[in-house]
């Protein structure tokens, strides 16, 4: 028996996160029979899936006749710089034409073309118009349909403003969590059968982001401590627009749906830069180059008062912007006092999205550790070195139903897993109290705003080795003083974010550490890792991962060779290159 | 770029009381109420319970009473208000702590309402459903909804009533409207809304309107056509003054019995 005080909740499948891929994973789970619980951070509804504005990215051909899945693979690949997991990527583009009509049939109401079909946009390195939406708003539609169909969905349940902060395993397998209640601080003991994480990402530690304050890397900090593997962790996408001004709103993203409807992208002298980046695609170039090309206008001195470039979509009837793009209309007239139907936005590339994360199975989402799955931004493969826009909405309904099924089926007829250790248990409480009793430690604040700092300097949009190794000195460093901080002056156990952000250090740290460890062996420039020291591409590179472990002596990182792609798939790169040469211009 | 500095007075408590407590806050331009909050918080006072998520007024987490008036603090510039301004919890939910209240309630009748229901014909056919733009955007103006709540904090019937138990509020009369309006939805929620979510208790003073971050028109678009739905049903005038006559027919049988 344990010494710490908790209590104790059984279920057969416990989702960590309630986004998108938690929730399609929650219903496909109790489909599939499982009792299932969903844990979430924040409470139901508000996860950063909301911010997804674009659209959702599937070859349902409804606009462009020509589409196909064979496309929308060699787009998602040749958009990853061909590091992506060959069949994750061929299952997604297979199956997510039928996961968006699945939507519609739970309730979802996306735009329409003329002929009533579902209405298709135009968007960065996708082939053919392929992103079905919802004015801007896809990310909400998605979540709210996702939502209302869970809580209707018989067998699921949801623990709101509860944060995971340890997984449990018996026999080498995982057996449970342990988690905290915001509100008061209770520790809640889970026991389950198959645990998904769902968890998102870690753009947290950057300073200039588009993520919420979630978004801290709990769940590839949960899967590295107990053991799981992790890859593409040097893989992180900077968005090329997000707002540069008024100071306060730095890093909110506008979304590419601006630029899937004509937006450009101007420098202060008028010129429109992409041309000298990526002629045949423009604005339209994956999210990399963009990224990169605007960091390069700005310093070659031709960038706007704010240090970003022009986006203009002022040609556009207002009629039309304000329909197609209300909520960017309103966030700039309300935020920035700019009427986008009259004046150019200003903006700069914000930190966005983890194309790293959890090393899973293609078909299952199961990672290396028995019982553990993982399934949305928190998984890895699928994006390779660069995710395409849309494909991160299309990814957490196909990967979420996916680990959904195969974490029940795990489950199905057998009894729950004995043998947690109580020690365990107690040792992990005991590192949750700790802040709570150094009060007058060092506020987690300060060292979180650190963090910030390190990544922001050090793994920039073109980083190099010195820097890298100077920031991973940095990172260790406050890793030992996030163990003795405390929780900023107050000891309360209610509602305390000076002690829930003790917390959240841990894991940004762990994701931080394995960011630069893996960069620093990346020795060449491919999709969102750019390395001034390498500039170029390193061909022997393209079949290699960089994947985390957890060893006695601390973190390491290994390359690893990928299989190569059967024929028929890379027989659809290969048209997909010899018809397009988008990369020839970079 | 700190320009000035502000007065930023901010009710802390929790269930058993509590008072403002005044915070001088540095101002930087394009600041909003949210960001003041946070600096507080990671300044000053590092147990300041509160909610928020996206920064962008998409997510409905950081609602709040600014000036006393319901607002979501992301999306409320500094330069709105002089020098000072008081920041509290809406007051129509229970305080857990601070700035962060018991919304639970919202989602146990979001769980009451009948799900989207499609016609068995449009379940079970493998094609592609069909339904133009100008069918589906009436629905879409309610699907806007972000789920902040302040349409449920402003609401007299909950606010000054407490009429929880007798009223859905504004947002679930949106929702229900988001659901009867879908051009794919055969369900019928007219009884539903005649009982369990007291439609009758709107009194359309339009103050929901006037408070939701995302202008849906609730009581011109959502509850006043709900309304017209239910007279349909409930109250038809001419059965009105139908038993009107029954009324005065029984009380004449009384007089000359």
Redesign the interface.
């Known amino acids: 028996m344990s010494a710490a005080q908790y209590e104790t909740v059984e279920t057969d499948v416990l989702v960590l996160g309630a986004g998108g891929a938690g929730l399609r994973a929650a219903i496909a789970a109790a489909e599939g029979g499982a009792r299932v619980l969903i844990v979430c951070k ?7 899936t ?2 997804a504005e674009g659209g959702v990215a599937a070859a ?1 051909h409804n606009v462009a006749y020509q589409d196909s899945w064979e496309v929308h693979f060699a787009d998602t690949m040749k958009g990853g710089k061909l590091i992506n997991d060959w069949r994750m990527a061929e299952i997604h583009a297979r199956e997510s034409p039928e996961r968006v ?1 699945e939507l ?4 979802a ?4 073309t ?5 209405h298709q946009r135009p968007f960065g390195a996708h082939t053919y118009p392929r992103l079905a939406h ?2 801007d ?1 896809t ?3 998605l979540i ?1 349909t996702l939502q ?2 869970a ?2 969905t018989s067998g699921v349940d949801v623990n ?1 403003e509860v944060t995971a902060f340890r997984l449990l395993k018996a026999d080498g397998r995982i057996a449970g969590a342990l988690a905290y209640r915001r ?1 008061d601080g209770s520790v809640i003991m889970y026991r389950c059968g198959a645990l998904i994480l769902a968890s998102g990402g870690a753009g947290r530690m950057y300073r200039v982001t588009s993520n ?3 978004s801290t890397g709990d769940g590839t900090a949960l899967a590295y401590e107990a053991g799981a593997q992790l890859r593409d962790m040097e893989m992180v996408q900077f968005h090329p627009t997000g707002m540069v ?5 730095r890093g ?2 506008v979304t590419e749906g601006v630029r899937g409807e004509g937006g450009v992208l101007r420098n202060k002298d008028g010129e429109r830069f992409m041309e000298r980046y990526d002629r045949d695609r423009m604005e339209l170039s994956s999210r990399d180059v963009v990224a990169r090309a605007i960091n390069s206008e700005v310093l070659a001195g031709r960038g706007t008062p704010h240090s970003g470039a022009f986006l203009d979509i002022t040609h556009r009837k207002p009629e039309y912007i304000k329909s197609k793009l209300p ?1 960017m209309y ?2 700039f007239l ?3 006092n700019v009427d986008i139907t009259k004046q150019p936005m200003e903006v700069a590339p914000t930190i966005h999205y983890a194309m790293g994360g959890v090393r899973v199975d293609a078909e299952t989402g199961a990672s290396t550790v028995p019982g553990l799955y993982a399934a949305g931004e928190v998984a890895s493969g699928l994006h390779g070195a660069n995710r395409l826009g849309g494909n991160s909405l299309s990814d957490l309904l196909v990967f979420g139903k996916r680990a959904g099924e195969a974490a029940a089926a795990a489950v199905r007829g057998k009894s729950q897993e004995a043998g947690i250790d109580p020690a365990d248990v107690d040792e992990a409480i005991a590192e949750l109290m700790g802040p709570i009793s150094r009060p007058t430690g060092e ?4 060292v979180q ?1 650190e963090i910030q700092d390190v990544m922001s300097t050090h793994a920039p949009i073109v980083r190099d080795g010195p820097g890298l190794e100077a920031g991973l000195k940095k990172i260790l460093e406050l890793h030992a003083r996030a163990e003795k901080c405390g ?4 000891s ?1 156990l ?6 829930h ?1 003790a917390q959240d250090l841990h894991s940004m740290l762990v994701n931080a550490e394995a960011l630069l460890r893996s960069a620093l062996e990346r020795r060449e420039s491919r999709g969102a890792h750019a390395r001034s020291d390498f500039p170029d591409t390193a061909d022997e590179l393209t079949d290699v991962n960089y994947v985390v472990g957890k060893s006695a002596h601390g973190m390491q990182v290994r390359a690893e060779m990928r299989p190569p792609m059967p024929d028929y798939l890379a027989e659809a790169v290969h048209h997909s290159y010899a018809r397009y040469t988008p990369e020839a211009t970079e | ?1 700190e320009i000035s500095t502000l007065d930023l007075k901010i009710w802390r408590g ?1 269930a058993q009381g509590g008072q403002l407590v005044s915070y001088r806050v540095p101002v ?5 109420v949210l ?1 003041a909050v946070l600096w507080v ?3 000053m ?17 950081c609602s709040a009473e600014i000036q006393g008036f319901p607002r979501l603090m992301c ?1 409320t ?1 500094l330069t709105e208000y002089e020098d000072s301004l008081t920041v509290g919890p809406m007051k129509a939910f229970p305080i ?3 700035l ?1 209240t018991d ?2 309630w919202n ?1 146990e009748v ?2 009451e309402i009948p ?2 229901t ?1 016609s068995d014909n ?2 079970s056919s493998s094609e ?6 100008t069918d ?1 955007e009436r ?2 103006e309610f ?2 909804c ?2 902040c709540f302040l349409c449920q904090d402003v609401c007299h019937v909950l606010r000054a009533h407490d009429m929880k138990s007798a009223f859905y509020g504004p947002r679930y009369m949106v929702r229900i409207a988001a ?1 009867e309006m ?1 051009p794919k ?1 055969v369900l019928d929620r007219r009884p539903l809304l005649n009982g369990k979510a007291g439609i009758g208790y709107c009194n359309v003073t339009k103050c929901c309107t006037e408070v939701c971050p995302e202008h849906i028109k609730i009581t011109d678009n959502a509850i006043i056509p709900l309304k017209e739905r239910m007279d349909d049903v409930y109250f038809d005038p001419i059965r009105a003054v139908g038993r009107l006559f029954r009324k005065n027919r029984k009380s004449e049988s009384k007089e000359r019995s």
Request: aromatic content about 10%; hydrophobic content about 40%.
């Open positions: 924040s409470l139901l509804g508000k996860a950063h909301v911010m349902m009509l519609e049939r739970w309730g109401v996306f735009d329409r003329w002929q009533g079909r579902i919802i004015g708003r990310g909400l539609e709210r209302d169909r809580v209707h709101m509100s919420s304050w979630e001004w008024p100071a306060g709103v909110i993203l909520s309103e966030q309300k935020l920035a506020n987690p604040f300060a705003a929780t900023g002056g107050s309360t209610a509602f305390n974010p000076g002690w952000t | 770029m929790d930087r331009e394009g600041m909003v960001d918080q990671a300044n006072a590092s147990d300041l319970a509160v909610r928020w998520n996206c920064k962008a007024a998409k997510c409905g987490s999306k510039p857990v702590k601070d962060v919304i639970s989602y979001n769980k799900p989207f499609p449009d379940l592609p459903w069909r339904m133009q733009q589906v629905a879409m699907r806007k972000i789920e659901l879908h939805d």
